[in-house]
């Protein structure tokens, strides 16, 4: 059975649809959206030789005309070439501001063709259908889009809402288990930034989600939508609560800057550790408990998700470093860092002037290099 999340935001308030073999009923979900029956859906070169005749034929049933704009697979394509290639290529497909872009693929897609549709012709409509599980409980939902610099990741961007987003459960079937897990992160995160018993259920029940049955998966990705979209409701622009949705982002954009945003480290990975570092970080601030931080650890690592620094690439990481890429990180307000910190599971907070003297000990004291 399907589920439809709304999210609440006035005008641009729109639905999260969350079930399976929901790509088949994309025409039909999508038709309402179009004010011409024609759109362009950017893919990438993975997703849509797995999946992009599907979608046609879905959209094609429901009398829409699709024009696919395929941009290689990799977070590379999320630059200002790639976004420059996206733009022309939809300028050359003559769409007007009635017409609609879909996104149809993972974070990189999504962000990179959100991005496209907030800036072509000055904001143009778009639906998001995404295909991995880290898109389809994060970032698909709440509007944040960008693209990346050499000064960094997500640096330029615009808030654009789509205004539908398609979570097809069996487009998942067809990713790999190490992206599952990574995705698996961002699920584990909600129960700790907020669901003390969605947490609880997720200690039961990662095995089944991690092995794609049904229920589970339907029930956890329905779950993460539910808490990001009301979340996002409250605080579309991260003036307050949304900063919630980074635990485990500061320390874990630290670590994947250094190292290189690529293989070696999946987002997700990153923020699986980055997670159980800001618990461990707010145990020996004596925030919250030991016990809470061992088993916000434990429940990671079950997922086979990285917990620790030796974890994680060659492990060896200079406590200097790790403390430099924090403060550039572009939460980080007036050179302070800001951090979100646990009092328990399920309760979290946005802590914005944390000392960088004692985040390098800490780090230190968890294996970094003085
Ligand atoms: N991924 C965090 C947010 O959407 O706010």
Same mark, same amino acid.
């Given at each position: 059975m399907n589920r439809t999340i709304p999210? *609440?935001? &006035?005008?641009?308030a729109y639905d999260v649809v969350v079930g399976h073999g929901l790509l088949d009923d994309a025409g039909t979900l999508c %038709? #309402?959206?179009?004010? $011409? *029956?024609r759109t362009a859906v950017v893919s990438d070169a993975t997703v849509w030789g797995l999946h992009g005749a599907r979608l046609t034929a879905a959209l094609a049933a429901a009398g829409i005309e699709s024009h696919p704009v395929v941009v290689p697979p990799g =977070?590379?394509?999320?630059?200002w070439e790639g976004l420059a290639d996206v733009s022309d290529r939809l300028l050359a497909l003559g769409l007007d501001r009635g017409d609609l872009i879909i996104a149809f693929g993972g974070g990189v897609v999504g962000d990179l063709a959100g991005f496209a549709a907030a800036i072509y012709k000055r904001g143009i409509d778009f639906i998001q259908i995404p295909t991995t599980l880290l898109a389809q409980v994060?970032?698909?939902? &709440? *509007?944040k889009t960008a693209i990346d610099t050499p000064h960094g990741k997500n640096l330029i961007g615009a808030f654009h809402q789509p205004r539908l987003v398609l979570a097809d459960l069996?487009? !998942?079937?067809?990713?790999?288990a190490r992206e599952m897990r990574a995705g698996y992160a961002e699920v584990v995160k909600y129960g700790l930034l907020g669901d003390f018993a969605f947490f609880e259920w997720l200690e039961a029940n990662s095995a089944a989600v991690l092995a794609r049955d049904p229920d589970a998966l339907a029930y956890a990705v329905a779950r993460s939508v539910e808490m990001k979209a009301e979340i996002v409701a409250e605080d579309e622009k991260e003036? &307050? $609560? $949304?900063?919630? !949705?980074? !635990? @485990?982002h500061t320390f874990g954009h630290a670590l994947e800057a250094e190292t290189g945003? @690529?293989?070696?480290?999946?987002h997700g990975e990153a923020v699986a550790a980055g997670s159980a570092i800001a618990f461990r970080f707010s145990a020996a601030q004596g925030l919250c408990s030991g016990q809470a931080a061992e088993r916000a650890e434990a429940a990671i690592a079950a997922? &086979?998700? #990285?917990? $620790?620094?030796?974890?994680?690439?060659? @492990?060896?990481?200079p406590a200097d470093a790790l403390v430099r890429h924090m403060g550039q990180d572009?939460? %980080? =307000? @007036? *050179?302070k860092l800001t951090f979100v910190l646990a009092r328990a599971l399920g309760d979290t907070f946005v802590a914005k002037d944390v000392d960088a003297a004692a985040v390098r000990d800490f780090l230190v004291a968890e294996g970094a290099l003085p």
């Open positions: 999210v *609440g935001l &006035g005008t641009r %038709a #309402p959206f179009l004010k $011409r *029956g =977070e590379q394509t999320k630059s994060d970032s698909s939902v &709440g *509007g069996d487009v !998942l079937a067809t990713l790999s003036a &307050g $609560r $949304r900063a919630l !949705l980074n !635990l @485990g945003y @690529g293989e070696a480290l999946l997922a &086979g998700l #990285p917990t $620790r620094l030796s974890q994680v690439a060659s @492990g060896a990481f572009k939460k %980080a =307000e @007036g *050179g």
